[in-house]
């Protein structure tokens, strides 16, 4: 009999470490860089992360933080995803780089019928020029990436 109690004491016991230890990590996992919540924007030198998706931040380009939004609703062609997106300014030139995501993931993009096939930086998605801007989509870890600038080459100089 007692051995059995001193047994279920024990093992009562090891229960309880472990239940502390899980809740112990769970807390330390809180607002990590998951789709739920849109994790972060971090910059580190030249190198932009937005949802574990690295850029580099052309020469002379500084964040514009005012502009900064992480896990916004996603409008548009994403309905249903959300977004976090960087504004990066130098001068009057400006590079928007949003990433679009969703618990689940996104899958099948379709590109719009104005749009042109483009691989830019190793990555294949769709080129539009509108309105003097150009806009390169392409998908990537069950994300959608969309960076707008003046020109294709600003797009390039991002995904280097």
Not at 100 to 125: L, Y
């Amino acid at each position: 009999m007692r051995k059995g109690l001193i047994a279920l004491i024990a093992l009562i016991t090891i229960c309880i470490a472990i239940g502390a230890a899980s809740a112990a990590d769970w807390s330390f996992n809180v607002g990590s860089d998951t789709n739920s919540n849109g994790g972060s924007i971090q910059i580190n030198n030249n190198e932009l992360k937005i949802q574990d998706e690295k850029f580099t931040i052309p020469d002379g380009y500084k964040e514009n933080e005012s502009a900064r939004d992480v896990g916004a609703d996603g409008k548009g062609n994403f309905e249903g995803a959300k977004v976090s997106i960087c504004e990066l300014k130098k001068g009057n030139e400006t590079i928007l780089i949003k990433v679009f995501f969703a618990d689940g993931g996104i899958h099948n993009i379709t590109a719009p019928a104005n749009s042109e096939n483009k691989t830019i930086g190793g990555h294949d998605g769709f080129l539009i020029t509108e309105n003097g801007l150009v806009t390169f989509d392409y998908g990537v870890n069950e994300k959608v990436v969309e960076i707008v600038a003046a020109d294709e080459s600003a797009i390039e100089s991002v995904l280097k």
